[in-house]
Structures are given as structure tokens and as C-alpha cells.
């Protein structure tokens, strides 16, 4: 069962994971990630460790994914706010990053952009 936790909880009340753990989840999912092609940098901060994925072309822009605990799991979160799946979901969570980042990684690395926005 997939079912989002309660999204009505405030951001300050998730409980979010120990370094050691958030550490292990994140480097699963950067791991699948980059087999997807992906570029990944995990970023530990005293607080909340959180995986910074991008697009070889366009590496200033991409998604940073945390881990919090949803109603009886861990699970992987956007920097938006949205529950992606699972922390045990690893593949499910790749697809999730491919839906949202695709179509910015290809905006960005499109050469002829500037062009046919001229002509349309």
C-alpha cells in the first residue's frame, strides 16, 4: 500500500532520520539514480542530510531529496514538499525524480531554444 502520509502536519513536526539512516536511504536511492543518469551529491548537515540531483547539462538546477517519516515508513521527500514513495520503494522513487526533472533537463539542454521561441 502506497499511501501518502498526512500532509497536514507541519514541516517543523515530521520527524526526520538520524544521519546514519538518512545517510543509508539516500545513498540507495543516488546509487539507482545515477545508473539512470543522473548526477547526485549527498549533502550532510548537522541536521537534515539531503541528496541534490541534477542534469549534467543544466548542473545548477535540479531537486533536492530528504527522508522523513510518514505514518509507518521512511520515506523519500522533494524540496517542494511532495511525499515521492517509500524509502523501501527505491525504483518507484527514481521514476518519481524522472517525471519532475525530464522535461527541466531537457529545457535546459535544448541549443535551439532561443530560436523557436523566434518563429512560434
Not at 41 to 68: C, N, Q, W, Y
Amino acid at each position: 500500500m502506497n499511501t501518502p502520509p498526512n500532509k497536514s502536519a507541519p514541516a517543523s513536526q515530521l520527524a526526520h532520520p538520524g544521519p546514519w539512516r538518512a545517510r543509508w536511504h539516500l545513498t540507495r536511492l543516488a546509487l539507482a539514480l545515477r545508473c539512470d543518469g543522473w548526477r547526485t551529491r549527498l549533502r550532510i548537515d548537522k541536521t537534515h542530510p539531503r541528496l541534490h540531483v541534477f542534469s549534467r547539462s543544466a548542473p545548477i538546477m535540479g531537486e533536492s531529496i530528504s527522508i522523513a517519516w510518514g505514518v509507518d515508513a521512511w520515506w523519500y521527500r522533494s524540496s517542494t514538499g511532495e511525499w515521492l514513495t517509500r524509502c523501501t520503494r527505491v525504483n518507484v522513487a527514481v521514476d518519481k525524480v524522472n517525471i519532475l526533472l525530464t522535461p527541466l533537463a531537457a529545457a535546459a539542454s535544448n541549443p535551439y531554444k532561443d530560436e523557436q521561441a523566434r518563429y512560434e
